[in-house]
């Protein structure tokens, strides 16, 4: 039903990455827990929590840092990676919505403008769960139709006392202290911290620069379920649609992805879906295929966690160590799936897949290659 | 999805903020808006004629958009439940006077409609979102327009909208809401429950998309200006999502809500396709 999805026409690698997480600054304490499976929730000390029914997240030690400040050092981590040279030529933002953003978008241009001359566009994604996946399809589109060279993705959400009470009141949170995603007995989400940025481009413009590629994103793909406000479609067909659209555009196979990172939030019905749409794409390849969901380990950052996400999977398939599924209980025969439960290391992968969901029937999934 | 019957008090349940003198946004100067340069739009350079509209000096933070202050009586009134839920389809679905916004080159308008509380009309509100004026501006927008190009939810074509984007662009965002959590919490009261639901601007869209049964990718952007601006940074959004191929039709909405009590804000919805001869899509 959809339009048939052209296939991409340049290239768009990935040549830096930057991320800050509860676990800290850098990709290799997050890759270090992930690969372990050790998951970053603790008692929530950042602000009052003696009113909520969950007091647990996965934060940074000490007062929070501020966001703007947060993300300028992602971006600089991030360029300064992919060996700057030119200026990129636009920054794409994914934020909360709220009384701040408009002030953290504010800072972070003039400020990203000064320092790295990032000049041109800001545009700031604000759809909570897939707001930086969409941010970076939208930014490969951009490049893949020679609408830019160069682009930085950007995105950060610091846990903070009036999501946490919102989430708290309407039940997401776990009352048992952890993510378990695609278990038995699952009890809902934490919240984490993440900051991260990634620095898309040409194939051509990393190569005449000289810059050496970490991974491709050589496919991508967006739907929704045109279901309900808040709950996913129970059979997954719109994050099937986003796969299915991410592989064609990559010129794949789903016998090609060697490795999924999967949106599970650790909910009763999200797991669910999205172990559906699995099968409507890989049928009876899902006895082998690995899947586990990183937000078992450093909890769910909200705009900012399918990037912090995206950074994880590059990082997978360049080294072949898989993330481990943490939390997990028990199988839910609901969700047959071949999960990362032990420190797991393979012949790196070619591909993986990083998959999103939110609120309103969102979903994405973004096809990484190896460089 | 059918429309369910209104089932929530939204005067009783709404814990409406006052504005705060010392908000944050509140010192925030001019958004980048005026200055925006477009990494993302169409090489040809053609724009909106009004994309150039510089927002007000003040940030869309700097009053409490759409909900009404303390004690407001009149204000109050504007918010409390201003139709049955069955009142929504006997209303005129588009001005059909209304001129259809001007778009950029690459896309074609197949329908408009807004909400500007123009001859004293009042927003009806929409069942499960509480308090602000964000949630039900775009879902007026959207009705307005997708009633004009379908008539209603039963006639639309799941051919057409099985294959329809949301594009939602905001400059003020739902700050209604974020202030009514942000004053539960700042002040020990229980958060609502429901504010949960609409604590992100994808819950929305939620709602029209399951409406219409609209099933193409879902994008909500905090814009860098208002109105036309607004709009404009959501149709560069849309334009490149059709030519990207994940959607066939894109309904795109500014909505903003006010800067006082009194003004609930106003808000645009545009359904386009692509305009593209070379591909033929965009064909009627």
């Known amino acids: 039903m959809t339009a048939a999805v052209p296939q991409r026409r340049v290239p768009v690698v990935v040549t830096g990455l930057g991320v800050l997480s509860a676990l800290g600054r850098g990709p290799e304490p997050l890759l270090a827990a992930a690969a372990a499976g050790d998951a970053a929730f603790g008692a929530v000390g950042r602000f009052d929590v003696a009113a909520r029914r969950t007091r647990r997240a996965a934060h940074l030690p000490g007062p929070a840092p501020r966001l703007a400040e947060a993300l300028l050092d992602a971006i600089g981590d991030a360029l300064g990676q992919s060996d700057s040279g030119t200026p990129p030529g636009g920054l794409l933002l994914a934020l909360h919505s709220d009384t701040l953003t408009g002030a953290v978008v504010q800072e972070v241009t003039a400020r990203a403008r000064d320092r790295h001359g990032i000049d041109g566009t800001v545009r700031t994604y604000t759809g909570a769960c897939v707001a930086s996946s969409s941010a970076l399809a939208d930014a490969a589109a951009a490049i893949a139709f020679g609408r830019a060279e160069r682009l930085v993705v950007a995105a950060g959400y610091l846990v903070e006392p009036d999501t946490f009470a919102v989430f708290d009141a309407g039940g997401a949170l776990s009352r048992d202290g952890e993510v378990r995603p695609f278990s038995r007995d699952r009890r809902g989400l934490l919240l984490g911290d993440g900051v991260a940025a990634a620095v898309l481009e040409s194939a051509d413009s990393a190569h005449l620069r000289g810059a050496t590629p970490l991974a491709t994103l050589a496919g991508w793909g967006r739907s929704g379920d045109g279901h309900h406000v808040s709950r996913p479609d129970p059979e997954g067909t719109g994050l099937a649609r986003a796969v299915t659209a991410a592989l064609t555009r990559a010129g794949l196979r789903p016998d090609d992805i060697g490795y999924v990172n999967a949106n599970a939030p650790g909910s009763v019905l999200g797991d669910v879906s999205e172990a559906r749409a699995l099968r409507t794409v890989f049928g009876d390849r899902l006895a082998d295929l690995p899947v586990s969901s990183t937000k078992s380990v450093h909890g769910h950052a909200l705009e900012a966690s399918a990037l912090l996400e995206f950074v994880l999977t590059v990082h997978a398939l360049r080294s072949g160590r898989l993330p481990v599924n943490a939390g997990y209980l028990a199988p839910d025969a609901e969700c047959p799936l071949n999960l990362v439960l032990t420190p797991t290391t393979v012949h790196p992968p070619s591909h993986a897949l990083t998959l999103n969901a939110a609120f309103g029937g969102a979903n994405t999934a973004l096809l990484i290659g190896a460089a | ?284």
């Not at chain 2, 894109?250 to 001869?277: E, F, H, M």
Request: aromatic residues 4%.
């Open chain 2, 1 to 284: 999805m059918n429309r369910a019957p209104e089932q929530y008090d939204s005067n009783a349940e709404v814990p409406f903020a006052p504005a705060r003198a010392a908000d944050p946004g509140a010192a925030r100067p001019m958004p980048p808006g005026s200055e925006r340069a477009e990494v993302m739009g169409p090489r040809d350079g053609s724009r909106l004629a009004a994309a150039g509209a510089v927002p007000s000096a003040e940030g869309p933070d700097a009053a409490v958009p759409g909900v009404p202050g303390a004690g407001d009586a009149t204000a109050a009134r504007r918010t409390e439940v201003a139709s049955t839920a069955g009142s929504r389809a006997g209303r005129t679905p588009a001005d059909p006077t209304g001129e259809a916004p001007s778009v950029p080159a690459g896309l074609r308008v197949l329908g408009h409609g807004e909400w500007t509380g123009a001859a004293g009309e009042t927003l009806p509100q929409v069942a499960g979102f509480i308090g602000s004026a964000y949630n039900p501006l775009v879902v007026e927008a959207a009705e307005r327009c997708l009633r004009g190009v379908y008539g209603g939810p039963e006639a639309a074509d799941p051919g057409r909208t099985g294959g329809t984007a949301v594009v939602v662009g905001s400059w003020s965002g739902d700050l209604g809401t974020a202030h009514a959590l942000h004053e539960a919490v700042r002040t020990g009261r229980r958060v609502q429950p429901l504010l949960f639901f609409q604590s992100n601007p994808n819950a929305v869209v939620g709602y029209v998309a399951g409406r219409w049964a609209l099933r193409g990718p879902v994008v909500c952007l905090r814009t860098a200006g208002p109105g036309p601006a607004a709009l404009a940074e959501a149709l560069d959004a849309a334009e490149l999502l059709l030519l990207d191929g994940d959607c066939d039709e894109a309904l795109v909405i500014a909505a903003d809500t006010g800067r006082t009590p009194d003004d609930p804000g106003s808000a645009i919805a545009v359904l386009v396709t692509a305009d593209d001869p070379a591909t033929g899509r965009g064909a009627p």
